[in-house]
């Protein structure tokens, strides 16, 4: 039988999702996928340096287990003051002990802020009655100490160490990529000074210029890409000692670590839309007056990309940076968006 394009199918979840009850909302998720966890990659992620400021970030990994790090001893370490090392060694010894619950499978949400998470409303209610579907992690900076009220999705999810938004409701967003057969994960070659021009050749013969990669730092991945990134040791190691200023690891470890060891597990695409399109270091934020629903489908329905080998016009699941004043006209706009 012919797959349905994902086009048809994302309008059709939205259409459906105002009309059912909860309980009937998952008869339409595929659950015949590879089984993937989280927790092989969200510590790893911890542990690179990255270098934004005062914004938040979102990683996707598909998650199918607890949380097993919980109950892993530390070998040294204590508190939140947790070496690279030890980050590492943890997510090596929880990525091979997971059990996997396969009847049950997540979409696990990490959040990279330096504070709090000035659009967290807008996220409530994008997570609100899908208990037991996703896990989420905060990676917030070290000084904030913080707790959201404890009726919050957010409430103790910090994890040792300018908003995004989702474009879709929750089904939608889980549907998508449970589906997928690859990650998601911008990774391509920037022949210009702030991408090919950031290689060092001290880093050949490991990696060379044709090996280079870059990328944006929010990403979906799989268990099995994350797998293979936290046993790395070999491309780490390089980064770690050649990758200074104006090198950036966030920008292009992950990138040419995934296009070196397992290409054909990825996409090379993102799922969080962006608008370089003004120029500069960094994408354009978007304030109160840019929201409106036509700036928002156009987001959503206003590009063609591949999605496992179809062509659909339902290439981006979040979108950034946007500002915490475009919070109330967001908030007004999310029936529409997640079919509330």
């Given at each position: 039988?012919?797959?349905?394009?994902?086009?048809a199918?994302v309008?059709?979840?939205?259409?459906?999702?105002k009309k059912?009850?909860?309980?009937l909302?998952?008869?339409?998720?595929?659950v015949?996928?590879?089984f993937f966890?989280?927790?092989?990659?969200?510590?790893?992620?911890?542990?690179?340096?990255?270098?934004?400021q005062?914004?938040?970030?979102l990683?996707?990994?598909?998650?199918?287990?607890s949380?097993?790090?919980?109950?892993?001893?530390?070998?040294?370490?204590?508190?939140?003051?947790?070496?690279d090392?030890?980050l590492?060694?943890r997510?090596?010894?929880?990525?091979?002990?997971?059990?996997?619950n396969?009847?049950?499978?997540?979409?696990a949400?990490?959040?990279l802020?330096r504070?709090?998470?000035?659009?967290?409303?807008?996220?409530?209610?994008?997570?609100?009655?899908n208990?037991g579907?996703?896990?989420?992690?905060?990676?917030?900076?070290?000084?904030?100490?913080?707790?959201?009220?404890?009726?919050s999705?957010?409430?103790?999810?910090r994890?040792?160490?300018?908003?995004?938004?989702?474009l879709?409701?929750?089904?939608?967003?889980?549907?998508?990529?449970?589906?997928?057969?690859?990650?998601?994960?911008?990774?391509?070659?920037?022949?210009?000074p702030?991408?090919?021009?950031?290689?060092?050749?001290?880093?050949?013969?490991?990696?060379?210029?044709?090996?280079?990669?870059?990328?944006?730092?929010?990403?979906?991945i799989?268990?099995?890409?994350?797998?293979?990134?936290?046993?790395?040791?070999?491309?780490?190691?390089?980064?770690?000692?050649?990758?200074?200023?104006p090198?950036?690891?966030?920008?292009h470890?992950?990138?040419?670590?995934?296009?070196?060891?397992?290409?054909?597990?990825?996409?090379?695409?993102t799922?969080?839309?962006?608008?370089?399109?003004?120029?500069?270091?960094?994408?354009?934020?978007?304030?109160?007056?840019?929201i409106?629903v036509?700036f928002?489908?156009?987001?959503?329905?206003?590009?063609?990309?591949s999605y496992?080998?179809?062509?659909t016009?339902?290439?981006?699941?979040?979108?950034?940076k946007?500002?915490?004043?475009?919070?109330?006209?967001l908030?007004?706009?999310?029936?529409?968006l997640?079919?509330?």
């Amino acid at each position: 039988m012919k797959k349905k394009n994902i086009t048809a199918i994302v309008k059709e979840l939205n259409v459906r999702m105002k009309k059912e009850p909860i309980t009937l909302r998952y008869i339409h998720i595929l659950v015949s996928v590879v089984f993937f966890s989280s927790t092989a990659s969200l510590l790893f992620l911890v542990s690179l340096n990255f270098n934004q400021q005062f914004q938040t970030s979102l990683f996707l990994v598909k998650d199918f287990s607890s949380n097993p790090l919980t109950s892993l001893p530390p070998p040294h370490s204590s508190g939140n003051d947790v070496a690279d090392e030890e980050l590492m060694w943890r997510v090596a010894m929880a990525s091979g002990g997971v059990v996997m619950n396969k009847t049950n499978p997540k979409v696990a949400f990490m959040f990279l802020t330096r504070w709090n998470l000035p659009l967290s409303p807008l996220w409530e209610m994008f997570f609100k009655g899908n208990e037991g579907f996703y896990s989420i992690y905060v990676h917030s900076s070290p000084e904030f100490t913080e707790e959201p009220l404890e009726s919050s999705v957010f409430y103790k999810k910090r994890i040792p160490s300018k908003t995004c938004i989702p474009l879709f409701n929750f089904t939608t967003v889980y549907t998508y990529l449970m589906r997928a057969t690859s990650s998601f994960l911008g990774s391509f070659d920037d022949p210009r000074p702030i991408g090919r021009g950031r290689y060092n050749p001290r880093m050949f013969p490991h990696l060379s210029l044709s090996d280079w990669r870059k990328g944006n730092q929010w990403f979906e991945i799989s268990r099995k890409v994350a797998a293979e990134i936290v046993s790395d040791h070999r491309y780490y190691a390089v980064f770690k000692e050649h990758c200074r200023p104006p090198c950036y690891m966030d920008e292009h470890y992950l990138p040419t670590l995934v296009n070196k060891i397992c290409p054909e597990m990825n996409s090379n695409r993102t799922v969080t839309w962006v608008d370089w399109s003004r120029g500069g270091s960094h994408p354009a934020r978007f304030m109160k007056e840019d929201i409106r629903v036509g700036f928002l489908d156009w987001i959503r329905f206003g590009s063609n990309c591949s999605y496992d080998g179809e062509v659909t016009n339902v290439c981006f699941l979040f979108a950034r940076k946007f500002h915490v004043s475009t919070l109330e006209p967001l908030m007004q706009i999310a029936p529409y968006l997640y079919g509330i």
